[in-house]
């Protein structure tokens, strides 16, 4: 599988398995017995019934798409759903999912060859996907009804690690992406802090054609960082998904921040 560094990602098929169930009723805690139509502030215009809704449509669909092993770009999202009338059931709903993507995931071979919109056209991508957009979604929860989310620093380095690996290929329903270039400047992400993710680093190219990814270990030729941002992984996580900015103090910025900006207005979806 395509990976920015080497540094061990992507994760064990299993360890996917085991966080997107912990994730998923993670996320049914957070919003049950909260008011379905909360704002959520990371996600604008958004409730939390739409949050919730939003999760649980997504995983059956991820779970169709591996259980029929699609080949080509689906048509439609279509699935059914099985939806309540009354959002406050919503969280249950989402929960009563688990037993059924748990069984697609255990049923599927990660090696299995079949259509994904990322690098890596394996049925392993769903289940990385699913995880982070699962566990990015359990942050906007719980931030949104009040509490402190907490993130495993390992799981969080290897959602930047996917989250990188898969941009170049997100234009297809994030225009932006395909408008970010440069002129050689390197955007660096470093990971700080306690936990296996410290010392773990990503290194993207901004170039007059597009940008690239560059090898772990640096590149001889790739030239100095422009602009280096380091952070804990779970910060550097959700810097990249857009639920923090680099201004925060939890961030330690250096170089040109201009091109930091140019990167955040380019990679938000």
């Known amino acids: 599988m395509a990976t920015t560094n080497g540094a061990g990602h992507p994760l064990p098929y299993d360890t996917y398995r085991a966080a997107i169930e912990r994730e998923t009723r993670r996320f049914a805690e957070a919003v049950r017995g909260a008011d379905p139509a909360a704002a959520v502030p990371s996600c604008p215009d958004w409730t939390l019934a739409d949050l ?25 999202r279509d699935v059914e759903l099985g939806l ?7 969280a249950d709903w989402v929960a009563a999912g688990v037993p059924g993507v748990a069984a697609v995931l255990r049923g599927t071979d990660p090696g299995a060859a079949m259509w994904a919109w990322g690098g890596d056209r394996h049925a392993r991508f769903w289940a990385r996907r699913m995880l982070f957009e699962t566990l990015v979604h359990r942050v906007d929860a719980e931030r949104a009804v009040g509490r402190e989310p907490d993130l495993d620093p390992v799981l969080a380095a290897d959602g930047v690690d996917e989250f990188l690996v898969n941009l170049p290929y997100a234009g297809v329903f994030a ?18 802090g306690p936990g296996g993710a410290a010392g773990e680093q990503w290194r993207v190219r901004l170039d007059a054609d597009g940008f690239r990814l560059l090898p772990a270990g640096g590149d001889a030729g790739s030239g100095p960082e422009t602009v280096t941002v380091r952070g804990e992984a779970a910060d550097l996580l959700l ?11 939890v961030f330690d910025v250096s170089g040109d921040v201009t091109v930091l900006d140019r990167w955040v207005a380019h990679t938000a979806f």
């Open 175 to 192: 225009p932006g992406v395909t408008k970010l270039r440069g002129d050689g400047e390197i955007v660096a992400f470093r990971c700080t």
């Open 84 to 90: 309540p009338d009354d959002p406050r059931d919503y």
């Open 52 to 76: 919730a809704r939003h999760v649980g449509a997504l995983q059956r669909w991820f779970g169709t798409l591996l259980t029929r092993r699609v080949q080509e770009p689906p048509r439609s």
């Open 239 to 249: 810097l990249v998904y857009g639920r923090r900015s680099y201004q925060e103090p």
